[in-house]
């Protein structure tokens, strides 16, 4: 069956700025601008062990209000580090998902991608206490809902819920210890602070979070970005998006976080100090 894009996905980098979701005029340069410092900083070079497939859950695409990245272009960029899947996770609007799927699809029928690689549909939900991921589902979810009702309904929708960033960005705090997610968020690439990056780890030993998939995912808001933090999925059935979701559910991953960000933030840190 023919595929057919959103008439965004389609447009040159050039697009005008009229005809993105991004409402801010400067974005254009200031996307490229980050783009040029994160391609200093390096591109992540994923390798993993035969069986297991890396994974980067959480990025933004044009459908998001804070970025401009088209989804064939994360595609191209996912597939040219390493990475098996994807998912993009725009801000209340699951059209970024849908559209990278296809835009996925169209790559794959011109040999541009491999057959096997995955898009994972997703949204990133604003509940009441902030933000919340959901993936494989197909439709948006209700936001300014709480915490606990955002993930009632991810999972009355097959979906999978997760804590993203929980203690940075708006994230939803320690609601993540009360409500049941099927996931959490350990390594952020949008977290560069150690005092979070400790929350973060102490999290991750927290005996209430010990049967959830613990993530590592980009946050990435610039092509670049993509596989900053990723995940490593182990010993994976199949390479198929119910073989991912089964690996995911019964907690068989890890988080990774790349050289190019563990750089940043090192240097973020140092700029830190000498203020
Ligand atoms: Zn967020
Ligand atoms: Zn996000």
Redesign the pocket.
């Known amino acids: 069956m023919p595929v057919e894009l959103q008439k965004q996905t389609i447009l040159s980098p050039l697009m005008p700025k009229e005809e993105r979701l991004c409402e801010h005029w400067w974005f254009g340069g200031w996307d490229r601008l980050v783009n040029c410092i994160l391609a200093m900083a390096g591109r992540p070079t994923i390798t993993t062990a035969p069986g297991d497939m890396a994974i980067d859950l959480?990025i933004?695409s044009m459908y998001s209000c804070c970025s401009i990245s088209q989804p064939a272009n994360l595609i191209r960029q996912a597939v040219r580090i390493g990475l098996g899947a994807i998912a993009v996770?725009d801000h209340d609007n699951i059209q970024g998902a849908l559209n990278a799927r296809i835009a996925a699809e169209r790559l794959k029928s011109r040999g541009e991608i491999p057959p096997d690689f995955l898009v994972v549909p997703g949204v990133?939900v604003c509940s009441r206490a902030g933000?919340i991921g959901a993936l494989f589902i197909e439709q948006n979810v209700s936001v300014n809902l709480s915490p606990a009702e955002t993930v009632d309904e991810i999972h009355s929708r097959g979906g999978l819920a997760i804590a993203?960033h929980p203690y940075n960005s708006r994230g939803i705090g320690d609601a993540v210890l009360d409500v049941p997610f099927d996931a959490v968020e350990i390594e952020c690439g949008s977290v560069f602070s150690n005092s979070v990056l400790s929350r973060n780890k102490s999290l991750a030993e927290n005996n209430k979070v010990a049967a959830l998939a613990k993530l590592g995912s980009s946050?990435a808001h610039y092509v670049r970005a993509v596989g900053s933090c990723y995940t490593v999925v182990h010993d994976i059935e199949r390479p198929t998006l119910d073989g991912l979701k089964k690996a995911l559910m019964a907690g068989n991953c890890t988080p990774e976080s790349s050289l190019p960000h563990k750089r940043i933030a090192c240097l973020l840190g140092k700029i830190k100090k000498l203020r």
């Open positions: 959480h933004h996770m990133e933000h993203v946050d």
